[in-house]
């Protein structure tokens, strides 16, 4: 397997809703990353695990919980979130930080 | 502080060769990749360059001058399907971490 999968595709969610996007993995990559991408603009880095343990958190409001259950794994919890985090969330992994490997995203709208 | 340029957009024809620019200002530079990604889409990793020279993989070549803080994308005998946007992003600094162009349209026209 040499893909990263996310789900789901597609999320829309009141600003009171408890929503998780989930992303998964089997190509034994260490490290694994969500990105926040608007349109028309670069990703932007929101956290990354290595070792499923978190070594960055590029200051994210406290609204978005990423967790790494294993290895393969990883989530992020959205709560409470502002019209404005609507975006493209990109999960991605890497074996050595030489290059990521990118999921097809979750197109997130917060009404 | 970390900063990359690339042109905001490049327009070619079918069959011929394009070259996509980046110069980067870094601290603790580690390499250069390139990452491709159609509208809608994800972003797919092209290539990686950690030292100087060129790399070649099928039409797709990369080239990076550390001495220079310059990087660039080569793509032979476009094709429609090459329009996208390139993404150039360097791993630098003291946490290792990647930092994102603000990309580059190519537009490829019959």
């Known amino acids: 397997d040499t893909e990263v999968t996310q789900t789901p595709k597609h999320l829309v969610m009141g600003m009171t809703n408890k929503k998780s996007l989930k992303c998964e993995q089997h190509m034994g990559h260490r490290a694994m990353y969500w990105y926040k991408q608007k349109a028309k603009k670069p990703p932007e880095l929101m956290f990354v695990?290595?070792?499923?343990?978190?070594?960055i958190n590029e200051s994210v409001p406290s609204r978005f919980s990423p967790e790494c259950p294993n290895s393969s794994l990883l989530n992020l919890h959205l709560h409470a979130l502002q019209p404005e985090d609507s975006a493209l969330y990109l999960c991605?992994?890497?074996?050595?930080?030489?290059?990521?490997?990118f999921g097809p995203g979750t197109r997130l709208t917060v009404l | 502080g970390q900063s990359l340029e690339q042109p905001s957009e490049v327009t070619a024809v079918e069959g011929a060769i394009v070259q996509i620019n980046c110069t980067y200002q870094?601290?603790?530079?580690?390499?250069l990749s390139w990452y491709q990604q159609h509208d809608g889409g994800a972003p797919t990793f092209l290539s990686y360059?950690?030292?100087?020279g060129l790399e070649e993989t099928g039409r797709f070549s990369s080239f990076l001058s550390r001495s220079d803080s310059y990087g660039y994308l080569l793509l032979q005998e476009l094709q429609m399907k090459d329009s996208a946007s390139y993404f150039c992003a360097v791993r630098a600094g003291l946490f290792n971490k990647f930092y994102f162009g603000s990309g580059t349209k190519l537009n490829v026209k019959p």
């Open positions: 695990y290595s070792y499923e343990k978190l070594s």
């Open positions: 360059n950690a030292l100087d």
């Open positions: 991605a992994s890497s074996p050595s930080g030489s290059g990521k490997f």
């Open positions: 870094t601290s603790g530079f580690y390499g």
